[in-house]
């Protein structure tokens, strides 16, 4: 069973309302729980591809990233857990786990479990909220992981169409 029904959260999957990138957050993180999210996508089977600038590498552990010097460019961690559904994860600091979807690839009821899916694996592994964010509106949290219900809950009222 899906935790959301597209029908109920398609307003909310607009990419000219919520910007294209939507961002998702897991706050109050450490280290630990990088190098826990970085393990789950090793051993989750789902296509990576990690880089520091235009510099393609293998995925050092979350500790070397995370102390890199200031002034060295922000690696990015891609993730498809599914063919044509990309996450981009951004090493900005250890207290927040912060990465990007693209709406453009997250339409219908599949794609939509298919977000629900990834939000409820890296929540559940860390035991912790994965919500999502308009583009660069940290302030409004539209849809996350609950940690305590185990699934992907509506945390914004959506609008009628």
């Known amino acids: 069973m899906s935790d959301l029904l597209w029908d109920d959260v398609k307003c909310f999957f607009d990419h000219e309302v919520m910007g ?18 970085l393990d ?7 296509q990576w591809q990690y880089s520091e600038g235009a510099v393609v590498g293998p995925m050092p552990p979350a500790e070397a990233v995370l102390s890199r010097p200031a002034e060295a460019e922000c690696p990015e961690l891609r993730v498809w857990p599914t063919s044509g559904v990309l996450a981009i994860f ?3 600091a250890s207290e ?3 990465f990007d979807v ?3 690839e997250l339409q219908g009821q599949d ?7 990834f939000l409820r694996a890296i929540g559940g592994r860390l035991g912790k909220a ?3 964010t308009p583009e660069g509106d940290a302030d409004h ?9 185990d699934r992907v809950v509506l945390l914004a009222e959506a609008s009628a169409d």
């Open 90 to 92: 951004r090493f900005y």
């Open 20 to 37: 294209a990138l939507p961002d998702v957050h897991v706050a109050d993180t450490s280290v630990e729980d990088w190098q826990a999210v």
């Open 130 to 132: 994965a919500v999502m």
């Open 141 to 149: 949290p539209v849809l996350g992981f609950d940690a305590e219900s």
């Open 40 to 46: 789950l996508v090793a051993a989750s089977g789902w």
């Open 111 to 117: 794609r939509l479990d298919v977000l629900c899916g």
């Open 96 to 98: 927040e786990i912060d």
């Open 102 to 104: 693209d709406l453009r």
